[in-house]
C-alpha cells in the first residue's frame, strides 16, 4: 500500500490532470535495481496512457539490468522553478511531478515495435514517422507497464 503523501494539500489526484503532466514532460528518469544499488537514466519517452515506452541500444548496462529485475520506477517534473525568499530556509521551488513505479519488458521486434517508436515520436513532433530499418534492427524498446503514479504539484507563481 502507498504511503500517504506528507502535504496532501499538493496532491494531484485526477487521473486526466496527471496525464497532462506526463505529457508536459520532456525527460523521465527511470530507476533500476542493480545488485542491491539504484541505477537511474534520463531518457526520452513516449505515453500511452498505461504505458511508458522508451528507446535504447539493444545491449548495454540497462538492458543488462533490466532483463534481471524488471521492476522500476520513473519520475519527471515539469513547470519548475527556484522562488526565493528573504531567508534561506524560506526558499522553494514550483513545480510538477509524477513518480510511478511498473514492470519493464522489451519489445526487440515486429509491428509492435513500430507502434512504440511511433507514440515515441509522437511525444516530440507530428507524423507520419519512417524509419531507417538499419537503425529499427539496433533497437530495443523498454516498455513500462505502470502499476502505480503519484502526482504532486507547488506552483506560486502567478
Known sequence: ???????????VTDRGEVDAI????????????EDGRPYIVPMNFGYDGACLYFHCAREGRKIDVLRRSPAVCFELEVDH??????????????????MGEGIAEMIEE?????????????????????????????????????????????????
Request: net charge positive; proline share 3%.
Open 81 to 98: 522553478g527556484l522562488l526565493t525568499g528573504e531567508l534561506a530556509c524560506q526558499c522553494t521551488n514550483d513545480f510538477e511531478s509524477v
Open 110 to 158: 515486429g509491428p509492435s515495435k513500430r507502434a512504440a517508436l511511433d507514440i515515441i515520436m509522437a511525444h516530440y513532433s507530428k507524423g507520419p514517422f519512417h524509419y531507417d530499418e538499419k537503425s529499427l534492427g539496433l533497437t530495443t524498446i523498454i516498455r513500462v507497464r505502470i502499476c502505480e503514479l503519484r502526482a504532486k504539484r507547488h506552483l506560486k507563481r502567478a
Open 22 to 33: 506526463i505529457l508536459k514532460a520532456s525527460i523521465c528518469r527511470l530507476g533500476m535495481v
Open 1 to 11: 500500500m502507498p504511503r500517504l503523501m506528507r502535504q496532501a494539500n499538493r496532491e
